[in-house]
């Protein structure tokens, strides 16, 4: 309890914990990106107890990774060498997770410019989920909890050193994620063109952890620069569509 009061009374204990909350919610886009689209897909009844359920999973596995905290960290140790390059442990599960969600966004994307390929998210002007089950959207979902889950732990162990301020951030982080997760699913939903764009997030999602896996360190902001730019363009797009209409 001394420890905590201890924590509570330091102005750079605030500081960091806001400054961490701010990272820990900006890297949760991506999983939320990822949840909205693949729930989109279930029969609407299961929707948003699938987010509700996929959240909870990131929440678990965050607070478990954190009790494990060493562990983590020496994911982030060489284990070998090829080429000149060294791999850890967090680089091979990032490029494992980019390549998931690279073929992932590929494959959804060709169904949505080839109807004929298969079943795709949504027709033109009406809502139609694709045939996919509870049950392996959840594990999808599950997989892609662990990859940016470690991601998100070794960035808040990067940041500061006390448990606590990582538990709450972590917290606040999700909560923030279960609030905005109907919201945006809906959003989606409402506006079909969104899936390409955010299918084109995931693509580029994916080849950034790709590069991370590899060593290439592409700063975060150019790439949520770039998002928030996308966002805008297609907003006007879809204001001047509406005018036209």
């Not at 091979?92 to 390929?117: C, M, R, S, Y």
């Not at 050193?161 to 997760?181: E, F, G, S, W």
Request: glycine share 8%.
């Amino acid at each position: 309890m001394d420890y905590l009061l201890t924590l509570a009374a330091d102005p750079a204990v605030w500081a960091a914990l806001g400054a961490l909350i701010a990272m820990e919610v900006v890297l949760g886009i991506d999983n939320l990106i990822f949840i909205s689209i693949l729930t989109n897909k279930l029969p609407v009844h299961q929707r948003s107890r699938g987010r509700r359920i996929g959240i909870g999973l990131a929440l678990i596995l965050r607070l478990a990774l954190l009790s494990t905290v060493a562990i983590i960290v020496k994911l982030t140790t060489p284990v070998f060498t090829l080429f000149g390059q060294s791999f850890s442990w967090r680089d091979l599960i990032l490029i494992a997770g980019g390549l998931f969600l690279v073929w992932k966004a590929t494959k959804e994307i060709h169904q949505k410019v080839d109807p004929n390929a298969g079943p795709v998210f949504f027709e033109e002007g009406r809502s139609e989920a694709m045939a996919v089950s509870f049950g392996s959207a959840i594990v999808q979902i599950l997989l892609l909890d662990i990859v940016f889950s470690i991601d998100s732990i070794i960035t808040a162990v990067g940041m500061t050193d006390d448990i606590p301020v990582m538990v709450i951030a972590v917290i606040v982080a999700v909560l923030t994620m279960m609030l905005a997760a109907d919201p945006l699913a809906q959003f989606i939903d409402r506006n079909p063109t969104i899936v390409m764009l955010a299918l084109g997030f995931l693509l580029m999602i994916g080849t950034t952890l790709i590069a991370e896996g590899f060593g290439v360190h592409v700063p975060k902001g150019y790439i949520y620069a770039a998002m928030a730019f996308s966002a805008l363009i297609e907003g006007l797009n879809m204001l001047s569509r509406r005018v036209r209409r």
